[in-house]
């Protein structure tokens, strides 16, 4: 079944939403992943953003573009972030690769971190006649989530939530995922003197519905003796709806007024009007 207009601007509209956290986080998402696949950390105060275009052929611009500078060390790094698989993917690697060794005659390692719910089939690697290529591409569905937890950054911490639960129940990892996030934003003394903890739970919440967990998500944080205000998402808002809309439904349908219903779920009567499409 094609999708309309609607269906697809919505998707657009969430896609977009998903890129943001993505590349606001890249670097602590990223860098850590370095050095598992190439063999080092890059120092994040030596990289430079290179700000001058490629070419304007390019479909679209880079995700992260840094030059490393350190004395007697040249590189570039070069981050890509996928919600969907991209059938000419590597064609699109190899020709970021070859304008970017054109222009700065430097090594370039190239890294693509995939995020989406489907199992991943892009392409690693270019081999036509003359021409051999490669990159390294992540799959986070191939990762344990318990990886992204080590780490001391929120942001690499919230990537567990798109990685393998192996036979972990969702609500235990996620109930993991929550307390790691409230620790690292205790904790770490990059945030000293702010409160980030709702930034980084909210994020956790968006990213979910990639993967059909926010209802989850919900009602873990429902359960858990917390307090901030996650609902200025309005992601957030449409994950509360989708999870409450059946079991409103099913206990409407078996005899419980308007104002039971609101005093079960601990929502308002207008909130179950909405979901019941009553006026």
Known sequence: MEKNKEEISKEEERNNVFDKIFKENIAMSFLPLMKEY??????WENLKEITESLQTTLERKPDFLRIHETEGKKYIIHLEIQTKNDAKMHLRMLEYMAMLVRKYEVPVYQLVLFVGDEKMNMKPRVEFHNVFFWYEIISLKEKHYSVFLENEDPEFAILAILA???????EDVIKKIIERIVTISQENPRFKNTNVRDKYITQLSTLSKINDLQPIILSTLRNMALTFDVKKDAFYLEGFEDALEKPIKKVYKQGMNLQEIADLFEVTIDFVKKILEIN
């Open 38 to 43: 190439f063999g080092f950390e890059p120092e």
């Open 164 to 170: 393998d639960f192996g036979k972990e129940k969702p």
